[in-house]
């Protein structure tokens, strides 16, 4: 977007990665809701494609805001009139430095994973987000416990109702044949591959796309499809390597069956976790999907930068950050504005692409001295994504966050073919979980925008017999 609209300038693309995302087939589905393709290019293409940029292979050792300056790893220094930072967010491990203890969050960490899950018999996946939920859903041929905080699975997507409804998915033996992948792949130039150096744990890459999975072989050493079992209030309150663990002369579990009682496991496991609800599982590996913290360390040492609760970069309704000229985007900051009462700020793929477009927009406009209104995107929190073979969209407030008890909810749910959720407030719609081919996105999504007072319909909103869409155009 820069280097469209500033073409005379150089534009630097400081980035520790050698490839880098770029974003195709995108498709506008509605007025907010996007879809679009994630794909590792090598960085050349950009250069080929706007001579303009330049990409400067590196990470960034410092920051110096007051001389407009930046020294990379490398030992290089830059000078920049505006810095945009958009380094993203990293994984929050529960344990760093185990070897046993995975993080998935960019292709290297996911090909790893998928290395080890071939030798595997169990593993434990610790989270309950968008990548545990795909995670435990994918993985074939291998115990896998998974341990969550909540009460129902993927909280951050969904409610207990909605978990209801996915759950027969992950104990179905039979999978049915994939529905067409329409969104993110990430694909690797066969000759980028060779050529990649497999990055350290405590090194970054590039977050995944939505699709991560497609194209791993997530395998483990059984013939079985799906085995979960679902360890529900729980957190892990200790890590013991097998070594450890003989020496407590504690007894770990077998994977748990229908029956109440539990066996002693006399298989040896390379590693063990104990819960807090006291049960204690040996596994080959554990999974950690327990959420991101924005990359800010390279950057705040030194420089006086406004940081939000989470700890990302606070930045205003035009992406600056609270230091002159220095703008920041994506998961590394947090939205300090006053927000519109169906959008809230969710560190995800579509987001990332929307700040990052409209910041570049608000470095454009503040260069040429123009104002800026703030973005449509931010109107109304709205994503699509794919859980279970589902087609998901969530819109608005759609776990009614922030609405306190003056709300209610509405449902509609077929058994194995969609699910669908209203949040209303004051006979407004505030949010809607969509879940299947339900082709209720459009016109949920303008009766959010239009705040619309929807009391006269009462039930008949969800009446599958009623055509809504007709009601509405």
């Known amino acids: 977007k820069l280097a469209m609209e500033f073409p005379s300038e150089d534009i630097l693309l400081v980035t520790a990665s050698p490839v880098i995302k770029a974003v195709t087939n995108f498709k506008q589905v509605s007025k907010t809701l996007e879809e679009f393709d994630v794909e590792e290019q090598p960085s050349s293409l950009l250069e080929k494609r706007y001579p303009n940029i330049q990409v400067i292979q590196s990470g960034v050792k410092q920051l110096k805001s007051e001389e407009h300056k930046i020294l990379t790893e490398d030992g290089k220094e830059y000078m920049y009139e505006k810095l945009c930072l958009c380094a993203g967010a990293k994984p929050k491990l529960i344990l760093e430095g185990n070897p046993y203890v995975l993080g998935i969050r960019d292709t290297d960490s996911a090909q790893a994973f998928q290395k080890n899950l071939a ?4 593993i434990i996946v610790v989270g309950n987000g968008g990548i545990a939920l795909e995670l435990v ?8 416990i998974w341990a969550i905080k909540d009460k129902a699975i993927g909280n951050t997507f969904f409610d207990a109702g909605a978990a209801e409804f996915l759950i027969p998915k992950l104990t179905a033996e039979k999978r049915e044949t994939e529905i067409a992948c329409k969104r993110t792949k990430y694909t690797m130039e066969g000759k980028e591959k060779k050529e990649r150096p497999v990055a350290a744990p405590d090194e970054l890459g590039s977050a995944l796309g939505p699709d991560w999975h497609e194209g791993l072989r997530l395998k483990g050493t059984k013939e079985f499809s799906h085995k979960v079992h679902i360890e529900i209030l729980c957190e892990v309150k200790q890590i013991f390597l097998q070594q450890e663990f003989l020496q407590l002369k504690r007894t770990s579990l077998t994977f748990p069956k229908e029956e109440k009682n539990v066996a002693a496991d006399d298989v040896l ?8 609800n006291g049960k204690i599982y040996g596994c080959n590996f554990i999974v950690s999907a327990t959420g991101v913290v924005p990359n800010v360390k390279p950057f705040i040492d030194g ?3 406004a940081l939000g609760e989470d700890g990302g970069l606070k930045v205003d309704e035009h992406m600056h950050t609270s230091i002159a000229d220095i703008y920041a985007a994506g998961d590394i900051c947090t939205a300090s504005w006053e927000p519109s009462p169906v959008w809230h700020q969710m560190r995800l793929w579509t987001q990332a692409r929307q700040m990052g477009w409209y910041a570049a927009k608000c470095m454009a ?8 209104e703030l973005d449509f995107c931010f109107e109304l929190f709205a994503h699509v994504t794919k859980f279970f073979n589902y087609k998901v969209v969530v819109l608005g407030k759609y776990n009614a966050q922030g609405l306190g008890l003056n709300h209610e909810l509405m449902l509609r749910c077929t058994k194995g073919q969609e699910y669908v959720k209203v949040v209303m407030q004051n006979g407004r719609m505030m949010g809607a979980v969509l879940i299947g081919e339900t082709d209720l996105e459009e016109t949920f999504e303008n009766l959010i925008l239009n705040r619309m007072d929807l009391s ?3 039930e008949d909103l969800l009446n599958p017999n009623i055509d809504i869409e007709d009601y509405f155009d």
């Open 303 to 305: 420089n006086n930068f």
């Open 119 to 122: 030798q595997a018999e169990r």
């Open 137 to 144: 859903y994918e993985i074939e041929g291998c115990e896998v």
């Open 269 to 276: 496991w390379p590693i063990y976790v104990e819960l807090t």
């Open 365 to 372: 406009a503040d260069t040429l001295g123009e104002s800026i």
């Open 456 to 458: 006269a319909y009462g």
